[in-house]
């Protein structure tokens, strides 16, 4: 059901980096609509972690970055650390549908 | 301090009617910009959005659910309220009230409430 899709996780050690990949369409990511990232920690609500593609909101911390291309946009964590592990979401609008749709989501494993 | 904060009933049986309700405090629902939504997510699963309310009262439905959706204000209590009918297993989920930060082309929901689950069983 989700309209962008997302790889469901993805790991590293702490210290290294990761990469997260938003892949929309045409009507979406394509359009071209912005993208906005969210991370959700078990049982709370999502917090927005990067908006308009590459925008990190006061308090994020510069090891995360947003980037985005054609109808794909992606979503790096450099220096992970063990508290980054959460679900990760990303959301753009779809003008076929007329509304706003988020990706499939991604866990992130700290190993 | 700016919060939402939804409240329901935990339990709803198949085909009736659910009404959420989202407290806003902090900011008017009629000032001009100010845009809701309702988004949704079932056990384990991705978020879905639902429907959207503006300051000045338009409103917008996911294609899917369209015709089971209702969104309304209640501006008196400052209040976003969601109506969903013939409620089915299905929409088990939590449900969050959203606002949506708008500037050109940068679209997004920039504060949340903590959610509200909602179990459809018999």
């Known amino acids: 059901q989700p309209v962008l899709t997302q790889p469901p996780s993805v790991s590293g050690a702490p210290g290294q980096s990761v990469t997260i990949s938003c892949t929309g369409t045409?009507?979406?990511?394509?359009?071209?609509?912005?993208v906005h990232w969210y991370r959700q920690l078990p049982g709370t609500a999502p917090q927005l972690l990067i908006h308009?593609?590459?925008n990190r909101p006061s308090g994020v911390p510069d090891r995360f970055f947003g980037s985005k291309s054609g109808a794909s946009a992606s979503l790096a964590i450099s220096g992970l650390q063990p508290e980054d592990e959460s679900d990760y979401y990303c959301?753009?609008?779809?003008?076929?549908?007329?509304?706003?749709?988020f990706g499939t989501g991604t866990k992130v494993t700290v190993l | 301090q700016v919060t939402l904060k939804e409240s329901g009933p935990a339990l709803v049986k198949p085909t009736q009617t659910l009404t959420l309700t989202c407290t806003v405090s902090?900011?008017?629902?009629?000032?001009?910009?100010?845009?809701m939504s309702w988004i949704r997510q079932p056990p384990g699963k991705a978020l879905e959005w639902l429907a959207r309310?503006?300051?000045?009262?338009?409103?917008y439905y996911t294609t899917s659910l369209k015709t089971r959706l209702t969104v309304s204000k209640d501006t008196s209590k400052n209040q976003v309220v969601l109506t969903m009918t013939n409620m089915d297993p299905a929409d088990t989920a939590t449900y969050y009230c959203?606002?949506?930060?708008?500037?050109?082309?940068?679209?997004?929901?920039?504060?949340w409430g903590r959610g509200t689950l909602v179990t459809v069983s018999s």
């Open positions: 959203a606002r949506i930060y708008s500037r050109t082309s940068d679209w997004h929901f920039d504060l």
């Open positions: 309310v503006d300051w000045d009262d338009d409103k």
């Open positions: 902090g900011f008017s629902l009629t000032s001009t910009g100010v845009r």
């Open positions: 959301q753009s609008y779809d003008y076929s549908l007329g509304g706003y749709v």
């Open positions: 308009a593609n590459n």
């Open positions: 045409s009507s979406n990511i394509g359009a071209p609509y912005d």
